[in-house]
């Protein structure tokens, strides 16, 4: 599934990895679900690989119900 919601709005996976970096990434994978919860609410975690730049390479994580948040730099 390329589009979720989160926090009440359709998101792509360059919104989702933006809304994690806070700037829009060069490129963005598939959102897939994390095999987590939010440690803020207990919801539901999707995650995005994402390149915010050409030499790096980010794994963001993004609770579907609140605002929480998370980064793996690779």
Do not use: H
Request: proline fraction near 5%; charged fraction near 30%; glycine fraction near 8%.
């Amino acid at each position: 599934m390329s589009n979720r919601v989160v926090e009440g709005r359709m998101v792509t996976p360059e919104r989702l990895a933006e809304l994690i970096e806070g700037e829009r990434p060069m490129e963005a994978t598939a959102i897939e679900d994390a095999d987590r919860e939010c440690p803020d609410c207990g919801g539901n975690v999707i995650s995005v690989g994402y390149m915010p730049s050409v030499t790096a390479f980010v794994t963001g994580y993004k609770c579907q119900d609140c605002s929480w948040s998370d980064r793996d730099a690779q």
